[in-house]
C-alpha cells in the first residue's frame, strides 16, 4: 500500500494548508478501504442515496447527469487526488453518476469517518472546503464555455484546464500529459459532435498549439493557447498554502 | 440589528446542523459588518483578490463571469442566507463578479475571522461545505440546463429551483414568491434571448403553469411544472439535519 504522504490527494491539499503529522494521519486513516474498479461500469448511480464517497488515486473517472430523455452531459472528469460523490455525502443523494473511464482504484470513505476526520481536524474540513471551491470553479468555467465560446477557445481551455490540475499531481510535466478521453468524452463533455472535436483538434494541431493523439496530449505553444482560451488559471488557485 | 437566530444564512444552515449556543454565537460574530449595498454596481470584481466574503441578508444578487470579448455570462443569482464569494476567498482570487439586483444588505466577513470561525467551530465548516456543495449542484443543473435543456423546460427548471431555495429561507410559500429579476437576468442566465424568454413564459402563463408578472411569480399547477422541467429537488437537500 502507497503511503499516503504521497498520495495525490495529500499532494493536492498540500497546495492549500502545510498539514500537520495529526493531520496527515487523519487523511491516512480516509485511506484505508481502497478497491479497484473496472472501466464502463458506474461506480455510483444518479439517485442513489450515498453513505459513502470515493477518494480517487489512480485512473481517470467521467462524472455525468443522466436526461430524462436518456441523453447525458458530462459536468466534469475526476483525476487522482479528486474526490468522487463528495457532494453526493453531503446533499445525501447522489445528483450525477460516475463512470471510471479506465480501470481505476480508489479509496471508500464512508459518511461517518468523513464527518469525525473533519471535526478531528478542522484545518481538514478547510482544506477540503477548498477542493470543493475548485471544483465548483471548474464547473462555472464549463458553464461559461458551452454558454459563451467558440468551439476552439472551448477545446483549448478545457485541455489547459486539465494540464494545470495533472501538473498539481505530478501528472502533467512541459511537454504535456497522458489523456485517456476519447473524442466521444470530449464531444460530450464540450457540447460538440465528434466529428465536430476532430475538426477541432485538426485545427490546433495544423495552427502549431497542440496535438492530442495515441493518448496523449502534446502541447507546443502554450502561449497561444492560453491566448486563443482566454485562459486565466487563477480559478485553479495553485499558488501555495494559505494556512501555514 | 437582527438576531442571528433568525438570520437568512443561520436559518439554511439548521436545516443540515442543528447548531448549538456556541455555534450560533459563532456564526453571530461571522454578521457584525453589515452594510448595504446599491443595486447595479459591482460589490466584487472578477480578478480582483479577495479577503472577504459576504453574507447576503436581504436582496438578491447576480453574479456571472466576464468574457474577453466584453459579454457576460450570468453564474448564479443569490438569495438571502447565501454566501457571496466564499469560493474567492479560498481560492484567493475572485473568478467572477458580484452585482447587486436591488438595493442589498450583506455582512463583510474577513478571510481570517472564517478560518478562525472554521477552528473553533468544525461542525460549522461542515455545514457551510454543505452549503457549497449546493451551490456546485446548482452550478451543475445551470450546466445541464444550457447544455440540454430545451426553453421551456430550461425555464421552469430554473423558477422551480428558486422557489424552492427561497423557501428554505421562508421567502416563498404554496402560492410563489418575489422575484425582482428582469428578462435581460433571466436571458443571459438562461442563454436565451429577451424575446424568446419574453415567449416561453408566454406558453407556461398559456398552458395554465406559472405566471411570472410585476415581480412575482405565482405558480398555478406546480406538479405539471415539475414533470415539464425534469425537476428532482434532491440536489437541494431541504430533509433536515444529517450532523445532530
Chains 1, 2 share one sequence.
Not at 499516503?4 to 487523519?26: D, G, H, M
Not at 482544506?127 to 465560446?149: C, F, K, N, P
Not at 464531444?187 to 495515441?214: K, Y
Request: glycine share 6%; charged share 25%; proline share 3%.
Amino acid at each position: 500500500m502507497r503511503s499516503t504522504e504521497t498520495s495525490p490527494l495529500t499532494r493536492k491539499l498540500s497546495v492549500f494548508v502545510a498539514l500537520s503529522y495529526v493531520e496527515l494521519a487523519v487523511l491516512d486513516r480516509l485511506h484505508t478501504r481502497r478497491r479497484i474498479f473496472p472501466a464502463g461500469r458506474d461506480m455510483v448511480h444518479q439517485g442513489q442515496s450515498s453513505r459513502a464517497a470515493f477518494i480517487l488515486s489512480a485512473g481517470w473517472v467521467c462524472s455525468y447527469k443522466l436526461q430524462p430523455d436518456g441523453t447525458r452531459q458530462i459536468v466534469d472528469f475526476q483525476i487522482p487526488g479528486d474526490f468522487l460523490g463528495l457532494r453526493s455525502v453531503l446533499l445525501r443523494t447522489s445528483d450525477h453518476s460516475f463512470e471510471p473511464v479506465m480501470d481505476i482504484e480508489a479509496s471508500e470513505v464512508l459518511d461517518k469517518d468523513l464527518l469525525d476526520a473533519f471535526a478531528q481536524t478542522p484545518r481538514l474540513a478547510t482544506a477540503i472546503l477548498w477542493a470543493a471551491s475548485r471544483d465548483e470553479a471548474m464547473v462555472v468555467e464549463h458553464l461559461v464555455g458551452i454558454g459563451r465560446r467558440d468551439a476552439d477557445a472551448r477545446m483549448a481551455h478545457f485541455l489547459l484546464e486539465l494540464e494545470a490540475r495533472l501538473a498539481l499531481v505530478g501528472l502533467a510535466d512541459s511537454n504535456g500529459y497522458e489523456c485517456p478521453l476519447t473524442q466521444y468524452h470530449l464531444a460530450d463533455a464540450l457540447g460538440l459532435s465528434a466529428v465536430h472535436v476532430n475538426r477541432v483538434l485538426r485545427h490546433l494541431r495544423e495552427d502549431g498549439l497542440l496535438t492530442f493523439r495515441d493518448g496523449h496530449v502534446t502541447i507546443h505553444d502554450h502561449d497561444a493557447l492560453v491566448k486563443l482560451a482566454g485562459f486565466d488559471a487563477s480559478y485553479l488557485d495553485q499558488t501555495g498554502p494559505l494556512l501555514t
